[in-house]
């Protein structure tokens, strides 16, 4: 079954300094994998995804995510953190079964970014 | 782009109490349509999708419903809430990604 596991509950970091995020997949075949944002008392924002092609990934506000088959793994990276980007991340899988697409999440990672 | 509408934004209800959450789509026609739920601020539970009119299937056996009435409205009900029913509520559709309403957060006392 396809799931995904986001190994740290926090992750610290100092603004200006480079970010990332870990995210590890288990999928059967191709995987199709998603990076959201949220921030408190919000949706989810969508920042990324892999599908196929290149194994570095851009997304919005800077972000961007590379795809490693060999470790099963697709962290989410940012040069240079700011304050604004502390807020809660999800990586997902997409599982596609009997007809419809269905996302299954990763229990998240807080993300702050101290000044 | 598609848009997800959902509300209200925050409820507080007693125990006991009926529950209806309303959740509606622009910017795209049958599409798939999702319930999570969102426990302490953490992980995204599946309750119910659709994919398309009164086609529903529930991910977790629970004390809510789901009933999708036209192409672009999608509703979660309860006849009684419990306290266990506390929790951030959010609505997706799917495009080419799941895209998500800005969700309500139901507090049951």
């Known amino acids: 079954a396809q799931s995904v596991a986001q190994p740290e509950d926090q992750v610290n970091v100092a603004e200006g300094n480079p970010l990332t995020v870990k995210c590890t997949y288990s999928?059967?075949?191709?995987?199709?994998l998603f990076w959201y944002v949220q921030y408190p008392n919000r949706g989810l924002q969508f920042l990324l995804k892999?599908?196929?092609?290149?194994?570095l990934v851009k997304g919005s506000y800077g972000f961007e995510a590379e795809f490693n088959k060999s470790q099963t793994s697709f962290h989410l990276k940012k040069p240079s953190a700011l304050v604004s980007d502390s807020a809660l991340y999800f990586c997902?899988?997409?599982?596609?079964?009997?007809?419809?697409?269905?996302?299954?999440f990763g229990a998240g990672t807080r993300l702050a970014v101290h000044p | 782009s598609q848009t997800i509408h959902q509300w209200p934004a925050t409820l507080v209800q007693p125990v006991g109490s009926p529950l209806s959450l309303e959740c509606t789509v622009e910017?795209?026609?049958?599409?798939?349509l999702y319930w999570y739920r969102q426990a302490a601020g953490r992980g995204l539970q599946l309750l119910f999708y659709?994919?398309?009119?009164?086609?529903i299937s529930s991910e977790v056996p629970q004390n809510l419903s789901a009933s999708r009435p036209q192409d672009r409205q999608f509703i979660l009900s309860s006849k009684k809430l419990l306290l266990s029913d506390s929790g951030f509520y959010l609505c997706?559709?799917?495009?080419?990604?799941?895209?998500f309403g800005q969700g309500t957060r139901l507090t049951v006392v």
């Open positions: 892999y599908i196929t092609g290149d194994n």
């Open positions: 997706a559709g799917w495009s080419t990604e799941a895209f």
């Open positions: 659709s994919v398309g009119i009164g086609q």
């Open positions: 910017g795209t026609s049958n599409p798939n």
């Open positions: 999928v059967s075949g191709n995987p199709y």
């Open positions: 997902a899988v997409r599982r596609f079964s009997g007809g419809y697409n269905k996302l299954i």
